[in-house]
């Protein structure tokens, strides 16, 4: 570097290089500087401190007390600086406390039950999972990464795509003996629909109206829910009609607690789930990156 930036650890690295070598010329060559402009950059860190750290005289260089202890106190900065840059850097081992928000299908079925594997690989890194389907702001919240479920919005953070669920509509055996099966999307209008007590991007369910074209269904009922979990469980008590991602219920299908309904009129649209981050540069902590690539590697929809 042809000349160092006046700063508290530019002052302290100065200082300790011009204690290690004896002298101002010899530190100021390793930082290509003057041995005036060193001189002055230690006694400007004098003038800051209040105190003398070195006396100067014609053949050496003599700490004061007051310069031993700052000198002993630098060295362990510098070093604890270095250590701090070792382990943000890219490609340095994963450690570190990892914060994820999820929603809660996703954190339920998807990502808990792949922390344990995690741990193992990285047993240097300590995830804090916060659960819920309101869209949070990552830094805000501080967030390292936030699962998302449905169209992205434009905005500066980066994302992963994890994968895509099919959407479904389902409802609970004993509601459709109380209430029959709805052979067509209008027939949904004598139906209990469950929603969600949030804004979605995507409010209505979409169906295909038999003549290439699609038709909106706006669920209307008697229970809004904070999340889709929520939703599962009130559909499994038979409390509505639901709409939700096929891996969130595939297990209650294949037991029978949930059954798909109006198959015919399903327009086929998949929901993305994205892995979304804040980075700059291309620049990623290892923690982040290293649950990143897990999550890509494991997750399964």
Same mark, same amino acid.
């Given at each position: 570097?042809?000349?160092?930036?006046?700063?508290? *650890?530019?002052?302290?690295?100065?200082?300790?290089?011009?204690?290690?070598?004896?002298?101002?010329?010899?530190?100021?060559?390793?930082?290509?500087?003057?041995?005036?402009?060193? *001189?002055?950059?230690?006694?400007?860190?004098?003038?800051?401190?209040?105190?003398?750290?070195?006396?100067?005289?014609?053949?050496?260089?003599?700490?004061?007390?007051?310069?031993?202890?700052?000198?002993?106190?630098?060295?362990?900065?510098?070093?604890?600086? @270095?250590?701090?840059?070792?382990?943000?850097?890219?490609? @340095?081992?994963?450690?570190?406390?990892?914060?994820?928000?999820?929603?809660?299908?996703?954190?339920?079925?998807?990502?808990?039950?792949?922390?344990?594997?995690?741990?193992?690989?990285?047993?240097?890194?300590?995830?804090?999972?916060? %659960?819920?389907?309101?869209?949070?702001?990552?830094?805000?919240?501080?967030?390292?990464?936030?699962?998302?479920?449905?169209?992205?919005?434009?905005?500066?953070?980066?994302?992963?795509?994890?994968?895509?669920?099919?959407?479904?509509?389902?409802? @609970?055996?004993?509601?459709?003996?109380?209430?029959?099966?709805?052979?067509?999307?209008?027939?949904?209008?004598?139906?209990?629909?469950?929603?969600?007590?949030?804004?979605?991007?995507?409010?209505?369910?979409?169906?295909?109206?038999?003549?290439?074209?699609?038709?909106?269904?706006?669920?209307?009922?008697?229970?809004?829910? *904070?999340?889709?979990?929520?939703?599962?469980?009130? @559909?499994?008590?038979?409390?509505?009609?639901?709409?939700?991602?096929?891996?969130?219920?595939?297990?209650?299908?294949?037991?029978?607690?949930?059954?798909?309904?109006?198959?015919?009129?399903?327009?086929?649209? %998949?929901?993305?789930?994205?892995?979304?981050?804040?980075?700059?540069?291309?620049?990623?902590?290892?923690?982040?990156?290293?649950?990143?690539?897990?999550?890509?590697?494991?997750?399964?929809?």
């Amino acid at each position: 570097m042809s000349r160092l930036d006046v700063n508290r *650890s530019g002052e302290m690295e100065v200082f300790v290089r011009v204690v290690e070598l004896g002298g101002f010329s010899t530190a100021a060559r390793t930082f290509r500087m003057t041995p005036s402009a060193v *001189s002055k950059l230690v006694a400007r860190l004098e003038a800051r401190l209040g105190v003398r750290l070195i006396n100067r005289s014609t053949r050496k260089l003599q700490l004061t007390p007051e310069g031993a202890a700052f000198y002993e106190r630098a060295l362990r900065i510098l070093d604890e600086m @270095a250590t701090a840059e070792r382990e943000a850097a890219v490609g @340095a081992t994963p450690s570190g406390v990892l914060r994820v928000n999820t929603s809660v299908p996703f954190g339920l079925h998807r990502l808990l039950p792949l922390l344990p594997g995690f741990a193992k690989r990285f047993p240097g890194i300590r995830v804090e999972v916060s %659960l819920t389907d309101t869209v949070v702001d990552l830094l805000e919240e501080r967030a390292d990464v936030a699962i998302r479920v449905g169209p992205m919005r434009q905005s500066r953070l980066l994302a992963r795509k994890l994968g895509e669920s099919a959407m479904v509509v389902v409802a @609970a055996p004993i509601y459709l003996a109380e209430r029959g099966t709805p052979q067509t999307p209008a027939e949904l209008a004598d139906h209990n629909l469950l929603g969600f007590c949030f804004t979605k991007q995507i409010a209505g369910w979409p169906f295909r109206d038999g003549s290439g074209g699609v038709v909106t269904v706006q669920p209307a009922g008697n229970a809004l829910v *904070s999340d889709g979990e929520a939703m599962r469980h009130l @559909a499994i008590a038979g409390a509505g009609v639901a709409r939700l991602t096929r891996f969130h219920i595939a297990p209650d299908i294949e037991a029978g607690r949930l059954l798909p309904l109006l198959e015919n009129f399903n327009p086929g649209d %998949l929901e993305a789930i994205h892995a979304v981050f804040v980075g700059h540069g291309g620049q990623l902590p290892a923690r982040v990156r290293a649950l990143l690539d897990y999550l890509v590697e494991n997750v399964k929809l």
